[in-house]
C-alpha cells in the first residue's frame, strides 16, 4: 500500500515575547502584522520535538498556543505533518518566550524563520483589544497606546501581545511596558476591573483570565490603570540641537524644532523616553540632543 505524501508545503505559526511583550519578527506572514511569523515545516530538524523547534534559544519555552497557561515539555513531540497540532494555524499560533529577554537570542531564533519568503498580504485587522484608560493621582494622562487623538487616555493592547501564560500579573507586566513605568514601581501600580474603580484586578485574580471573564474588551467599558505616585527626583533636562520629523509609522516618535527643551524620563539607549513643554511623551534621538547645563542631573 502506497504512503501518503507529506504536504512539503506546510508551515507552523509563531509568536515571539519576552516576559515584557512581543518581539517582532524578520520575516512575517502578514506586512501590516510584524509579530507573527511561520517556519517551513520541512525546515525543523528531526525528530519534531519542541527542544528541535527551539534549539535556536538557549533559554526558552514553548507554548502550544498564546492562551496555554504552561509550557511544553522539550521531549513534546509536535504534529508538524499530522492533524490537528500545535501552531498548524496562523489563528492558534504557537508562542516562544525567550526569559530573560535576549534580543541577539531573538535575532538568532528569526534565523530559524529565514526560508520563508516575505509576502505582500494584507491581513484583516478583526483581532481583539483590551482597552484602558491611564490616570495618576490629579485625573487622566495621555496613554502612550492612545488611538484617538481626540480621547489620548484611552489606549488598546492586542490582547495576543500578552505574552504566556495569561495570567495577571503577566497583563500587568505589559500594561506596564506600554505604558513605560518604570520595572521597579510595578508592584505599586493599580489595575481596576473598569473605570468605577469598584473592584480591584489582584494578582491572585487569574481566574478572570482562566473564565474568560476579563473586562476590558470594549471602548465603552476600558479598565482603568492608576500609575504609582512619581518619585520626586532632579528632572534631566536636554534641548534639540536640530529639526526632527517623527516617523509616520512609529507612533511613539516625538517632532521637534531645534532650541526644544524636553524632560528626559530614561536617558539610556539611542532613543529617550521625554516629556515635551506642552505635555506630551514620547521617543526622541539622543544624537539630536544636547544636555542643558542647567539641569540638575547634568552636573
Aim: proline share 8%; charged share 25%.
Amino acid at each position: 500500500m502506497a504512503e501518503s505524501p507529506l504536504d512539503l508545503n506546510r508551515y507552523l505559526y509563531y509568536r515571539l515575547y519576552t516576559p515584557d511583550g512581543p518581539i517582532e519578527v524578520n520575516t512575517t506572514v502578514y506586512k501590516n502584522d510584524d509579530y507573527l511569523g511561520r517556519i517551513s515545516a520541512k525546515s525543523i530538524t528531526p525528530p519534531h520535538t519542541v527542544t528541535s523547534f527551539t534549539r535556536c534559544v538557549a533559554k526558552s519555552e514553548l507554548f502550544a498556543s498564546v492562551s496555554s497557561q504552561s509550557p511544553m515539555d522539550g521531549s513534546t513531540l509536535l504534529s508538524v505533518f499530522g492533524d490537528p497540532g500545535p501552531g498548524l494555524s496562523e489563528t492558534e499560533p504557537m508562542a516562544l518566550v525567550i526569559d530573560p529577554p535576549d534580543t541577539k537570542a531573538s535575532r538568532v531564533c528569526n534565523l530559524l524563520a529565514a526560508e520563508s519568503e516575505m509576502t505582500e498580504l494584507i491581513k484583516p485587522l478583526d483581532e481583539p483589544y483590551l482597552y484602558y484608560r491611564v490616570y495618576d493621582e490629579d485625573g487622566e494622562v495621555e496613554s502612550f497606546e492612545n488611538f484617538n487623538t481626540a480621547d489620548n487616555s484611552l489606549g488598546r493592547i492586542l490582547i495576543a501581545s500578552i505574552p504566556p501564560p495569561h495570567t495577571i500579573a503577566t497583563l500587568k507586566n505589559r500594561l506596564a511596558g506600554a505604558e513605560w513605568i518604570d520595572k521597579a514601581q510595578r508592584t505599586a501600580m493599580k489595575l481596576f476591573e473598569d473605570i468605577t474603580g469598584q473592584v480591584l484586578i489582584k494578582e491572585e485574580d487569574d481566574h478572570f483570565f482562566l473564565e474568560d471573564r476579563l473586562t476590558g474588551r470594549s471602548e465603552s467599558r476600558p479598565m482603568a490603570l492608576i500609575h504609582p505616585p512619581e518619585k520626586h527626583t532632579p528632572v534631566m533636562q536636554a534641548r534639540a540641537l536640530y529639526d526632527y520629523q517623527a516617523s509616520p509609522d512609529d507612533p511613539h516618535e516625538l517632532s521637534f524644532k531645534k532650541g526644544d527643551i524636553f524632560d528626559i524620563i530614561n536617558g539610556e539607549g539611542k532613543w529617550w523616553q521625554a516629556k515635551t513643554t506642552l505635555g506630551s511623551f514620547g521617543i526622541v534621538p539622543s544624537n539630536y540632543l544636547i544636555i542643558d547645563s542647567a539641569s540638575p542631573n547634568s552636573k
